[in-house]
């Protein structure tokens, strides 16, 4: 099992990206996924977690501003992230579940900053 995520770079304060976690060896598309993100020098924290049954919530931090969004023929989850600002900068991960275990992506590096 494999997660991959990408679509991480640099982007200007008030800009967006789209983050993609594309998963392989077997499928999500009805198990909970989440994105999170952990900046230099803190904890790992969760950003957006989408239940099996498609339920989907937001950190406080990043609500309004990002969406999560699951393409299940694709075997992909995404997050959009727009008005992004220099505090959104971090490492950010995908996380897939299935029964007692978690699969983590590799991460991809979110820098937001002028």
């Known amino acids: 099992v494999q997660l991959q995520a990408s679509g991480g770079g640099l982007v200007q304060p008030g800009g967006s990206l789209r983050l993609s976690c594309a998963a392989s060896g077997r499928r999500f598309s009805a198990n909970p996924m989440g994105w999170y993100r952990q900046a230099p020098g803190q904890q790992r924290e969760l950003v957006a977690f989408a239940t099996g049954g498609g339920l989907i919530t937001y950190s406080d931090a990043v609500k309004g501003r990002f969406s999560m969004s699951r393409a299940a023929a694709k075997n992909t989850v995404y997050l959009q992230m727009d008005s992004l600002k220099p505090e959104d900068t971090a490492v950010y991960y995908c996380?897939?579940?299935?029964?007692?275990?978690?699969?983590w992506g590799q991460g991809t590096l979110v820098t937001v900053s002028s």
């Open positions: 996380k897939g579940v299935k029964g007692s275990v978690e699969y």
